[in-house]
């Protein structure tokens, strides 16, 4: 049998992030507890350091290794940049929360790089086994870290559910999987797909698709398999929540594009269908119970779901430019996300969790700046100009006009208006309701910094909103 | 109809009954035992399908030793098996339904029309000295050699979980100190002491 050495180079960030993290869980076994500091800051240095290894092997070509099932394209680069970003910014943020908590464990960092393997591995996947190989791992790190505060009864709920519905989930997508390798005869999603379109009955091919399709939307988070969302968030603490809603969001979008585009792309007309029911009643049930709400995590909860109701409008238009909006949405939602959960950090303390919504009564008082701030990111997720929010919103709009379906636009706009009512609320909580507690609000001023360059990322993106488009645009080969 | 096809249907009927009895039988052992029935009727069905190292693969570790294993803690355990029941009756109109429909549908799908062996010949049956467990472990070592280290990656994940959610260090824990366990000498645990005979009296 001929067989081709395959390009290591291409995979050099996924082969530098799992060896740092072998390195980090074995390190971490020989550090005393006070010198764990080390384990974190070797952490962010293994993230930076495959920010660097990807920057470095961005080109605009598209190259196959690893016997085809590996791809690096511009899609893939981008969306590892973003991993990267988002996953340091995750764990600066929560580096203080788990020390409150007694959390600041090596195997916080060690699952969070795992994860974070697991995602690039998503994103680069190119056919249907490593697609999978890589949700499973990304799956297991979270379960894992959602189960870790191990006292809690409603982490440990949070993570039995989360597990259950996941497994479920995953076997829904691999059935899927087996169907249309049985039909197609490979798992390489470039002969999916010449199979695909020389196939003559699409009958089973369509089977598989609704397989497929569950177990992705459940990925995503989508309406009808949107109820582990809330209690997962809701239950996990608010460090584990800021890792699992904004970075998984972009892999998952990887997956979904890998899976519908790149393998499934002649069954176009079909997953258009799926993909408008899934959109529609993700804007509908995720803006609509967000109201209901009391606590701010699950009501940050349901604004995801929303949100990938947004981001699944982008991808149903079927053309490159509605892709580009959609994988621009994601992006920006995962930096809006990190800022709103980055919030209940902010304000939280030893002791303290601020995830009811009451707690953030009368901040203005107590502290202008920061709830300037966050008024900021609420107006951002409404999708209020000028913040980066509206321009996410409006060019998937724009898509969704461009392939005739004015009618869906003015669904989807329809439904953000009423998803405006929550976030409102939150900043009339902020700036016209007396304060429960009169304390000074003295947030440590590392997350206070974070959280402000944050917020203001939301507004200077949102002036400048061309140079982000510009890049997933490129990466979608426009 | 063919011997294979007899012996098809014969494993493939076991199967379907005794995972249906998994999860309706009321003993939690006897389902862990049906679920041992499972594994062996579907390693049949691969011997039929020449996966043979498949079908070894599958008793060995499912058989041999996950389920062991699944016995001891279900033995361990103390199962309500009442509260589990609760809400049965409730919800078996609805969930029969969906069921139904969905394997009605799912029926359809995968079934003769599209599936039959008019469709889909037989593949031609292999030489007698055709390895299975060789063409197995060229392919897992050449083109899926990244899924196949993945995997690696994720029993690791596996492992990691499993101890950070299951070790306890608790203040007052007694260890076994090995290394100076090995280290002592007879001086240290043994004392000779030297005794007056008494005389008979």
């Known amino acids: ?478 | 109809m063919s011997f294979e096809q007899i012996l098809f249907y014969l494993f493939s009927g076991v199967l379907v009954l005794s995972a249906g009895a998994v999860i309706t039988v009321r003993n939690p052992v006897h389902a862990a035992m049906f679920l041992v029935l499972c594994f062996v009727t579907t390693s049949a069905l691969w011997l039929l399908l020449e996966a043979e190292f498949l079908a070894i693969t599958l008793v060995l570790v499912y058989v041999g030793a996950v389920m062991v294993l699944f016995l001891f803690v279900v033995m361990m355990l103390d199962i309500n098996l009442a509260r589990m029941r609760e809400g049965f009756a409730r919800y078996l109109p609805i969930g029969g339904i969906v069921a139904a429909t969905a394997v009605g549908i799912m029926g359809l799908a995968v079934g003769r029309i599209n599936f039959g062996l008019d469709v889909w010949p037989a593949p031609p049956a292999r030489a007698a000295d055709y390895s299975n467990t060789r063409e197995l472990g060229e392919q897992l070592y050449t083109t899926y050699v990244y899924p196949f280290e993945i995997a690696s990656v994720v029993l690791l994940v596996a492992i990691v979980a499993a101890i950070a959610l299951t070790l306890r260090t608790r203040p007052g824990t007694r260890y076994q100190k090995i290394e100076e366990q090995v280290v002592v000498k007879k001086s240290d645990r043994l004392r000779v002491v030297q005794l007056e005979s008494e005389g008979r009296k």
């Open chain 1, 1 to 478: 049998m001929n067989f081709e050495i395959p390009n290591f180079m291409l995979a050099m960030p996924e082969i530098f992030v799992l060896g740092m993290a072998c390195f980090i869980l074995i390190l971490d076994l020989f550090l005393s507890e006070r010198s764990r500091v080390v384990t974190y800051l070797l952490t962010q240095a293994t993230l930076v350091g495959a920010f660097l290894l990807s920057l470095g092997l961005y080109s605009s070509a598209r190259e196959l290794t690893f016997s085809d099932s590996f791809v690096l394209d511009p899609m893939a680069s981008v969306l590892k940049l973003a991993v990267y970003a988002a996953v340091f910014m995750v764990l600066l943020y929560s580096r203080r929360y788990l020390r409150e908590r007694g959390m600041f464990r090596g195997e916080f960092f060690v699952l969070g790089l795992f994860g974070v393997l697991g995602m690039m591995v998503m994103i680069s996947a190119h056919s249907l086994l490593t697609i999978y190989m890589g949700l499973e791992l990304l799956s297991l790190s979270m379960y894992a870290m959602v189960a870790m505060q191990r006292d809690s009864r409603v982490a440990a709920e949070a993570a039995m559910k989360y597990f259950i519905l996941g497994a479920m989930a995953s076997a829904m997508l691999l059935y899927g999987m087996s169907m249309i390798y049985g039909v197609t005869g490979s798992l390489e999603l470039g002969e999916v797909s010449a199979a695909v379109a020389g196939q003559g009955s699409q009958l089973i091919l369509i089977f598989g698709l609704v397989f497929l399709m569950v177990g992705v939307a459940f990925k995503l988070g989508a309406v009808p398999f949107h109820m582990w969302v809330p209690d997962v968030y809701h239950g996990a603490s608010t460090a584990v929540t800021l890792y699992i809603s904004t970075a998984p969001k972009l892999a998952a979008f990887a997956m979904l594009m890998r899976l519908l585009v790149d393998g499934l792309g002649a069954l176009q007309p079909q997953w258009h269908d799926i993909l408008l029911l899934l959109a529609i009643l993700s804007l509908g049930i995720g803006n609509v119970v967000a109201i209901a709400q009391t606590n701010i995590k699950r009501m940050l909860a349901y604004s995801g779901i929303s949100h990938v109701g947004f981001l699944l409008l982008g991808v149903l238009s079927g053309s490159p430019e509605g892709y580009a909006a959609g994988m621009f949405y994601a992006i920006v939602y995962v930096l809006m996300g990190l800022g709103g959960f980055g919030m209940v950090i902010l304000m939280s303390r030893a002791g303290f969790e601020a995830d009811q919504l009451e707690d953030y009564k009368g901040l203005n008082e107590r502290s202008p700046w920061f709830a300037l701030m966050m008024m900021f990111l609420m107006f951002s997720m409404a999708g209020v100009p000028p913040f980066i929010g509206f321009w996410a919103k409006l060019s998937v709009l724009q898509a969704v006009v461009d392939a005739n379906m004015v009618w869906l636009a003015a669904v989807a706009v329809l439904f953000s208006v009423i998803g405006a009512f929550y976030y409102l609320r939150l900043i009339k909580l902020m700036y016209f309701d007396g304060p429960l507690e009169l304390s000074p609000f003295r947030p440590s001023p590392d997350v206070a910094l974070l959280f402000s360059v944050n917020a203001l990322a939301v507004l200077l993106i949102g002036l400048f909103p061309s140079s982000l488009m510009a890049i997933c645009r490129q990466a979608m080969g426009l």
